[in-house]
């Protein structure tokens, strides 16, 4: 696959912004794993301290890195002419890989399947934060309104699903990955303006080349983060199985046919 996230070919990326990702990516993984365990009973649950915060400090980190490559993009799709129709596509293509894993989790894991995750949101947020490309207060204003507004959506109830996109649950709700556009569009649109500001004021940051030898590692981990966020809660679910720490009959009931 060549592209990811940020959606941008191999030749055109920096380095340093695939670095910072695949340090997400890393997180990502040691949380999911801890996480997992707790899900499917092997170890204590993970319902709050380090480990809780740490996933919600990494999702914030993919959703900031998110946003200032989306920023950064700006200047390669304005040079190739590309307009909205570029960005609607993108985002409608992760879209499309959220449906998938909203399809895959509902199968594996009944009720608690991802409905509206980081996928969704991200995606979602390409197309969202379109017109905000190269502004640099307007995304920061309303970053502040999208954190300020969403705890309190967050404490209201619908007796539907429907509203579940803007951070409105309904009684008994439960998701294993659930990130809302409101407060979770925030770090994107702080990351937006951001790069907005980098590229404005400093452009010369901006120019692609080979990352240092120290760097290699973690630019190809984000390079590659769609395809590892996409295989990597099947992979570690097969790792549990293979080395006997998990109990099939542990695993959530799934929903019926």
Do not use: K
């Amino acid at each position: 696959m060549q592209e990811d996230l940020a959606g941008a070919a191999p030749a055109a990326r920096l380095w340093a912004v695939d670095a910072v990702r695949g340090l997400a990516v890393l997180v990502m993984l040691a949380a999911n794993t801890r996480f997992d365990l707790g899900l499917f009973h092997c170890l204590p649950p993970v319902q709050a301290g380090p480990w809780w915060w740490l996933a919600r400090a990494t999702a914030c980190l993919f959703l900031l890195v998110a946003g200032v490559s989306l920023a950064l993009s700006r200047r390669r799709a304005a040079a190739q002419a590309q307009g909205f129709a570029h960005y609607r596509r993108r985002g409608l293509r992760l879209l499309a890989w959220a449906i998938l894993v909203s399809l895959a989790t509902r199968l594996a894991l009944g009720d608690l399947y991802v409905r509206f995750g980081a996928l969704h949101l991200i995606g979602l947020g390409v197309i969202l934060c379109y017109p905000l490309l190269g502004r640099t207060r307007a995304p920061l204003f309303a970053a502040l309104a999208a954190g300020g507004l969403g705890p309190w959506l967050g404490g209201q109830e619908v007796a539907g699903p429907w509203l579940l996109p803007l951070g409105v649950r309904y009684p008994g709700f439960a998701s294993v990955d659930y990130q809302p556009i409101l407060p979770w569009l925030a770090p994107m649109l702080a990351g937006l303006a951001a790069g907005n500001l980098v590229a404005a004021r400093a452009p010369g940051l901006l120019q692609p080349g080979p990352a240092p030898f120290w760097g290699r590692p973690l630019a190809w981990l984000g390079r590659h983060s769609l395809v590892i966020y996409l295989g990597h809660q099947p992979a570690l679910l097969g790792l549990f199985l293979l080395a006997g720490v998990l109990d099939p009959g542990s695993l959530p009931r799934p929903l019926a046919p």
